[in-house]
């Protein structure tokens, strides 16, 4: 046998060695030879056996108690995934941790099953019941997807979780905390509304959990983290979870945890390889055609298509409907009501498509999404990968799709350099091509107003283009001062 015939059968045996081949597999066609792009896929091939799927440790191998075990069989999981396998029993040794975890990966479950079980070890409080656990995350949905993984897992012990965040009445939480609760997930903003109006005792903390750090760090709410840090007690368990590890995440545990020890499940700022990540390369203007082309030649039943403002979400749903896709808008503008049934409306397959914006669908958790379309690229290139992260969750198959107009090449450049690679680009779009190709000229210098200007009397006429740019201060349009020569 040849080289390339031995590179071949050796693939096709790892293959079989190793049980399922993932999504990417079925992209490559064999011609009797393994070339470049093959070994680059037996590569991720590799990648993928080693990160997204379950590993061979069971739950019962945590030091689990058995309400626990129990709640989790009852949701189908029977092992572990890499990340709850590794923090779950240093947050059982009473370890601060730095974990960063690509989104979907079960990093909710990999705090809130040890927490549930640290304070089920402790002796039953009495009522009203103290706040010993405090979860911060970065928006409503996000609070909402945490609190019922508390609920779900914990549903056969005697720990009680609440939840607030704002776009709802304060009364109706402030009630339900005066009942007492073992465990408490907020948003930063709605938090301090409590604590302003003394309607939440945090005094007793002995869990803190910085959940989506880096989402919070974009949002600006470092000043709202700290001003409740300080109301905490010293002496606590810190726990931080960051889809993306950059160095401003960096930067905030060194002030947050004590000690910690970092779990990390995947490679810094890296997407899914599970997820097969493509660019549309296209006019403006032929995008909401193009995409709803896609929606309706391939038959999708569910996609989550993301745009960068409230208004664009509302037109482009408008325009879809127009185009007989049944689709909801998903913004900050929204009641929290309408926020859920949008939600629930497109969890249940009644509506296919879900336009929204970064900040609304953070923390969205959505089983077996297929498909999500970048119909506008983010200004943050970090949120390109929050964005794909709702697809391929769980080690599932997923599509990402980027819509990208000439003017939005820069952004992704910016994206490309972050992920160290380019995305695939579509050859046949279908409509005329257009370049994505980044112009790294310097900008000329913008013209002067200057032009048919009389000089003023006592000034000496100069040519035009000694005038270019140039003002009687001595500065020029931009308001720097001209360099002497």
């Given amino acids: 046998m040849n080289e390339k015939t031995d590179s071949k059968e050796l693939f096709l045996a790892m293959v079989s060695i190793l049980g399922q081949a993932p999504c990417m597999l079925k992209r490559v066609i064999f011609c009797g030879e393994v070339n470049k792009e093959a070994w680059t896929i037996i590569d991720l091939y590799i990648t993928i056996f080693s990160t997204q799927t379950y590993t061979q440790m069971s739950f019962d191998q945590l030091d689990l108690s058995s309400p626990l075990i129990q709640a989790i069989a009852e949701q189908g999981y029977d092992r572990p995934t890499p990340v709850q396998e590794q923090a779950i029993p240093l947050i059982l040794q009473g370890k601060d941790i730095l974990a960063g975890a690509q989104t979907g990966t079960g990093k909710t479950a990999g705090f809130a099953l040890p927490l549930l079980q640290l304070i089920y070890n402790q002796p039953l409080a009495n009522k009203p019941r103290p706040i010993r656990a405090l979860i911060l995350t970065p928006t409503r949905e996000l609070a909402m997807q945490v609190y019922e993984s508390f609920r779900t897992y914990g549903k056969h012990m005697p720990v009680f979780s609440e939840v607030v965040f704002g776009g709802v009445n304060i009364h109706t939480q402030i009630k339900k905390l005066q009942k007492g609760a073992d465990i408490l997930v907020a948003t930063p903003g709605r938090l301090l509304d409590l604590m302003y109006q003394k309607k939440v005792d945090l005094s007793q903390i002995q869990y803190f959990v910085l959940d989506e750090a880096d989402r919070m760090l974009d949002m600006g709410f470092i000043k709202d983290i700290r001003k409740v840090i300080a109301v905490l007690p010293d002496k606590r368990q810190n726990l931080l979870f960051s889809a993306t590890y950059t160095k401003e995440i960096k930067t905030l545990s060194s002030q947050v945890l004590n000690d910690p020890v970092e779990v990390a499940v995947a490679n810094?700022?890296?997407?899914?390889?599970?997820?097969?990540?493509?660019?549309?390369?296209?006019?403006?203007?032929?995008?909401?055609?193009?995409?709803?082309?896609?929606?309706?030649?391939?038959?999708?039943?569910?996609?989550?298509?993301?745009?960068?403002?409230?208004?664009?979400?509302?037109?482009?749903?408008?325009?879809?409907?127009?185009?007989?896709?049944?689709?909801?808008?998903?913004?900050?503008?929204?009641?929290?009501?309408?926020?859920?049934?949008?939600?629930e409306s497109f969890k249940a397959g009644k509506v296919t498509a879900l336009i929204a914006t970064d900040v609304a669908a953070r923390g969205l958790d959505i089983n077996q999404l297929p498909h999500v379309v970048n119909?506008?690229?983010?200004?943050?290139?970090?949120?390109?990968?929050?964005?794909?992260?709702?697809?391929?969750?769980?080690?599932?198959?997923?599509?990402?799709?980027?819509?990208?107009?000439?003017?939005?090449?820069?952004?992704?450049?910016?994206i490309e350099k972050l992920l160290n690679k380019q995305i695939p680009r579509i050859a046949d779009t279908g409509y005329e091509s257009v370049s994505l190709n980044v112009d790294k000229k310097t900008k000329s210098k913008p013209k002067s107003n200057n032009r048919n200007r009389r000089p003023k009397k006592g000034y000496k006429t100069r040519s035009r283009s000694n005038r270019e740019g140039s003002s009687h201060s001595g500065r020029n349009q931009t308001g720097e001062r001209k360099k002497r020569k």
């Fill in 268 to 343: 810094e700022n890296v997407a899914a390889d599970n997820i097969f990540q493509s660019v549309y390369a296209i006019k403006k203007e032929y995008k909401r055609e193009l995409l709803s082309w896609l929606i309706g030649d391939g038959n999708w039943q569910q996609v989550l298509v993301f745009v960068r403002t409230k208004h664009g979400a509302d037109r482009l749903c408008k325009q879809l409907m127009k185009d007989g896709v049944r689709c909801s808008a998903l913004h900050g503008d929204k009641s929290q009501g309408a926020r859920n049934r949008a939600l």
């Fill in 375 to 414: 119909f506008d690229l983010p200004a943050v290139a970090e949120d390109y990968i929050h964005r794909i992260g709702r697809t391929g969750r769980a080690g599932a198959e997923g599509e990402a799709i980027s819509l990208v107009a000439t003017e939005e090449a820069h952004l992704l450049f910016a």
